[in-house]
Each structure stands twice: as C-alpha cells, then as structure tokens.
C-alpha cells in the first residue's frame, strides 16, 4: 500500500441554513474514516481552525444572495482544485429563491427595521450560475451517504454513484407501496432526482422535491394529474412546484404556468 | 392423476404452512401493509388478507372489504416475486487491495428457501419468463437458478379479474396447467370453505399426502372450474392480436410523441413489471481506497444512464425511450427468448402514476397504422 498526501478540504457556506454541512458531522463513525482520509483545513462548523487555500477539494453549502457573497465565490474557486457544491441552496437557489418571483425590496421593508443597512441582490442564485462546478450534489438536506459517496469517488478517483432517475426507483427498490397510486396523495416523486432513500413516501407523506428535479422531469404531466385525478386546485399545485428548488429550471417553469 | 386432487379445510389450511416451515422453507405469501397486498413473510393463514379485495385502475390502487372470509380474494400483490428471487439490490462480490493488486472475496450467503403462497397464473407465468432471461443460455444467473431451484410453489387461481387484468389475451392465464409444486382454488359455499388442492409435481404430492383431506366432489371441481371462467370472461381489458409484427413496423409512429407527453419516465412500469430484468453495475470503495464492493442494482431503460455509451446515451427524449420498453416488451422479446415479455398482469397500468394503459397505447398505435 502507498500512502498519499491527505488532501486539504474546506468547507464553506453562503445564504443557507448550515444542515447541510451538518450532514458531514453527522457522519458520526465515518467521520473518522473521513478525517483520516484528508485533512480539514476550513469548516467553522467543525472547528475553530481557518487555514488559508490552496484547498484540494472544497464544499460550498448556500445561494449567492449578496454582492459579497458573489465576489467571494469567485476568490473560494481560485483557491481549490474541486468545488463541489452541497445542498438545494447551493445547486438551485434554495427556499430563499423563492424572492425570484417577486421584488425583494418589499420583503426587506417588512423584515428590517433599518433596510437601507441590507446589501442584497434581487435574486438568490446557485453556485454554478457564477463559478465552474465540478459536482452538484442535490438535497434538502443532502444525504450524508451521497456525501460520504461523493467524497470517497473523490478521493479515489472515480465516478460518483449518484442517480439522476426519478425518486419513484428508490421507493420501489424499497418496497414502499406509491402514495399517490394507493392513497391519492400528491407526490412529486416521478419529477424529483432520487437520493433521500424514498424517505417521505416511506411515511406516508408525499415527495416534497427535496431533491430537485431529476434528469428528464415531465412536470405538466405530473401537474395535469395533480389538477385533474387528485382535484387539486392551481395554487396547491404552484406551491408543490414552488419550494426548497423553487428556482430550479423545471420547478420555475412549472410552477410560473399556475399563477 | 386423479389421486393428486384433493379437498382441503380451511382450518386444516394451517398445517400446510406448518409442514412447509418444517422443511425449511420461510413462507412468503400475499399480507396488507401500507394500505396494499404485498407478498411477504407470514407465520401461518391468520396473516392472509381476510375479506379483502382491491380496487384497481390506471394509476389507482384501493383495498376493498369483500364481506366474505376468502383469503384470497384479492388479485395480484403489488410487486412481484421477482422482489424475492432478483432482489433489487444485491451486493455480487467485495475485493481487497493486496500487493500491488487485489483479491476478490466472494459472498457466501446461503440462498433463501421460500415457499410462496397465493401466486396468480400472471405471476408463475412472469417467473418462467425470467428463467429464460436467467438461466436460458451459456451464462446462467447462479443466485437466480439457486433461489428459483430452493422455492416451493403453491399457485392460487383468480375467481375474479381485476379491472387491468388481460392475462386471457396474453394466454398466461387465469388458468394454470405447469410449473407449479400445488394448486388451490378457494371455494365458499354456505359454511363451507375448502380448497380444492391439486399437485403439480412430486414435492407437492408429497406435500398433500402428508395433509388433512378428502376426496374433492364433482361440485368442487365444477366450483373451480367456473372461478376460472369468470375470471377470463370479467377481464375488461386485451392486448390486440399481432401486436409483435405491429410495433416492428411502427417504430415511426406519431403515437410515440403523444405518449411521451404523458409519460414522465419514472420508470415506475419498469419496476412493477414481473418480467423487466434490467439492471446496472455499481462499483464503490471505502474511503481508504483499500476495500471495493461490486453492486447489482435493479435499473431502468427510462434512466439516462441506461442508454448511455461513449459519448452521451442514445435515447435522450421521452418518445425514444417509452418506444424502447413497449416494442421489447411486446415485440423484440419475442425473438429474444421465444415468448412475449407480457404476462397481461396490469401492474404497469396501475402504478402508472399518471395511469398509461399499455393495452390503449397498442390499440392507439394500430389506429394510427
């Protein structure tokens, strides 16, 4: 066996709600196999250490939702070899995208008592919309295995598996029986990118799209369903379509055709 | 062979399960979870869905009281046995890095023996499908052919169709003439609830000598018969004749297109099929790099990976890759192993979340012609 260098990782954090990086403490036991594997150089979450970049591999939870934040993307990039960008935030904009579809300065004036202290930007926007991404990992929050998967293809060279198939795979390959078949619940599932394990069908709840959309959703299909078999009126179907991956092309669309 | 009918009581119904335990098989047979019938373990006949019925249509699944004490009085579970013989997951082997290369460590993990109980003509005709796929040709699935050798069968015939029921057009059903190890057809009539049993192979004769019964009457014969006959005659629904020579010539149909607008390729269809086969390798490592698994994975030909080559993957639109799944299902399979890859059981039409029947989409295309 050769021993290799440990790459150096850091982990960072835009507009988000920090879950995501969380997924990687909650690795719990493999957590040490991680910090065997490489060295953490940058993660506030995780210690108080900050040792500046180069960086070999970097995650970046969170939207780009302010001036700053966008110019400090540009400097994170410069300084890694691999971005890989982690969580809804981050790949599509986030529940926070949801000022996309209206004026932001009317949410700043109810929110804050001083608004002209907030620098913000009209729109909260994914990572790749600015810098290269090497990888786009999905979730609300992610899946700390896919993280953990991601990560190890990483550091061994090889491709991740990671499926961009519908949820609905995951939940057969389960056994769950379909929510929407045998109960009538609306769930995005067949619209929505696998990863979570089928957790809500598990539960009997229907997807809510954690996961953003998979790789060829056909979302006026599953809406047309939702409108018609399932009864659901166009505002229910709009806020389906319009949540933690409001901003992700095919959820926009969707959701902007039930106003 | 008339001595290898018989007439079992439903009280004396336990002690097959008993005896099949006994043997060392984990019996596995239809049971209500989750608002469905699914096949699963059970212990004995108290776990059978009792009275209940289901409702069923494109993209619509509902249990139903029947107001009766049949067992099996249902139709088809939800998934099929290829859950239990082609399990959706299946670690193949593991290596470890050993010197400059590595050494493959094999699973040793005994096969399973199920008895399954409660399988609808549908559902056996599915599995002797799969052995084809299987273990037809030089490289046989030795985990599939294990498990399939190790299982005992107890068929049950369907008194009833189900609304996207066309095993008749299909001609895989309802009735069930081979590969079974023991057919039973539920009779009530009055107080009476029996199961006329009749052995299909030296297993299942040996299995019947060995339980409480009689001598099945001339009505119980006819009872069964006319079960079967009700439930070829209730089926609504029917794959039109000459549906292979048709899709082979229509691979330009418009119909594609229009079928790819509601189809949303979630690949449910696929998954629910008893005959689909499909699946993909997945290589992983440990974080140390010092330890790899190989993985088999049920997958999907409405995945953009499953077409992808060098280069990108071959079916990139919707149109392309529900025009895959129905001419090899219905078409190609046919010079593939010798018989149709549909077995008429309508699960792809029921857990089609947006309800595709497949039998209209044939009789669209024929329209189209």
């Not at chain 2, 004769?205 to 018969?225: C, G, I, T, V, Y």
């Amino acid at each position: 066996m050769t021993t290799r260098a440990k790459p150096r990782l850091g982990v960072f954090k835009f507009s988000s709600c920090d879950g995501c990086q969380l997924s990687l403490l909650d690795c719990e036991l493999e957590l040490l196999a991680v910090t065997d594997a490489v060295e953490i150089a940058y993660f506030l979450e995780a210690t108080r250490k900050d040792m500046k970049g180069p960086f070999d591999v970097v995650l970046v939870e969170g939207s780009i939702t302010t001036p700053h934040e966008a110019e400090l993307i540009r400097q994170i990039r410069k300084s890694t070899k691999a971005l890989i960008t982690i969580g809804a935030c981050a790949t599509s904009g986030g529940i926070q995208a949801l000022r996309n579809f209206t004026d932001v300065n009317g949410f700043l004036d109810i929110v804050y008592a001083r608004p002209d202290y907030i620098e913000t930007l009209e729109t909260a926007t994914p990572i790749a919309e600015h810098v290269a991404v090497d990888f786009e990992l999905r979730g609300c929050p992610i899946n700390k295995h896919q993280l953990l998967e991601v990560l190890n293809a990483f550091l061994n060279k090889r491709k991740p598996n990671i499926p961009h198939y519908a949820e609905c795979i995951e939940c057969k390959q389960r056994g769950t029986v379909c929510v929407m078949v045998a109960k009538g619940i609306a769930c995005l599932g067949p619209v929505t990118q696998a990863g979570c394990g089928g957790l809500c069908p598990a539960t009997h709840r229907g997807c809510f799209g954690c996961f953003g959309p998979m790789e060829t959703p056909n979302t006026g299909a599953l809406a047309d369903r939702f409108l018609g078999e399932l009864k659901q009126d166009k505002g229910t179907v709009q806020r389906a379509f319009r949540s933690f991956n409001a901003n992700a092309p095919a959820f926009r669309e969707e959701s902007l055709k039930h106003d | 062979m008339p001595d290898s009918q018989a007439v079992i009581d439903r009280k004396d119904l336990g002690a097959m399960f008993a005896l099949l335990a006994e043997e060392g098989y984990q019996p596995v047979a239809p049971r209500v979870h989750d608002g469905a019938v699914l096949y699963a373990p059970v212990s004995g006949p108290d776990d059978l869905p009792k009275g209940i019925g289901d409702e069923e249509e494109g993209g619509h699944y509902r249990l139903t009281e029947r107001g009766d004490a049949k067992l099996f009085g249902h139709t088809k579970p939800v998934q099929g046995l290829k859950a239990h013989l082609y399990p959706a997951r299946q670690k193949l082997w593991s290596a470890e890095r050993a010197g400059h290369g590595f050494r493959i460590v094999k699973d040793q993990d005994p096969a399973p023996r199920y008895a399954f109980i409660g399988v609808r003509a549908c559902e056996l005709s599915a599995m002797l499908i799969q052995d084809k796929v299987f273990e037809g040709g030089p490289y046989a699935d030795k985990g599939y052919a294990e498990r399939r050798r190790n299982c005992f069968l107890v068929v049950v015939t369907c008194d009833h169709a189900g609304a996207a029921c066309f095993c008749a057009s299909q001609q895989t059903g309802p009735d069930v003439s081979e590969g079974y190890d023991l057919k039973l057809a539920e009779i009530i009539d009055g107080g009476r609830h029996v199961f006329l049993a009749e052995a299909g192979s030296e297993k299942g004769r040996a299995l019947l000598d060995r339980l409480p019964r009689q001598a099945a009457s001339e009505a119980d014969l006819k009872a069964a018969s006319d079960q079967r006959q009700a439930a070829a005659a209730g089926q609504k629904r029917a794959m039109i004749s000459g549906v292979a020579e048709l899709l082979a010539a229509q691979l330009e149909s418009r119909h594609w297109e229009d079928v790819a607008k509601r189809c949303m390729s979630c690949g449910n269809c696929t998954m629910v099929c008893p005959t689909c086969f499909c699946s993909t390798m997945e290589d992983a490592t440990d974080l140390s790099g010092l330890k790899a698994e190989r993985t088999r994975k049920w997958d999907s030909c409405f995945s953009i990976d499953y077409s992808y080559i060098h280069g990108g993957s071959v079916r990139n639109s919707g149109a392309s890759r529900y025009r895959q799944w129905m001419t090899h299902k219905l078409s190609h399979w046919v010079k593939q192993f010798g018989v149709s890859g549909c077995v008429g059981c309508g699960r792809c039409i029921i857990w089609c979340p947006v309800g595709i029947d497949i039998t209209a989409e044939a009789k669209a295309i024929l329209k189209g012609a």
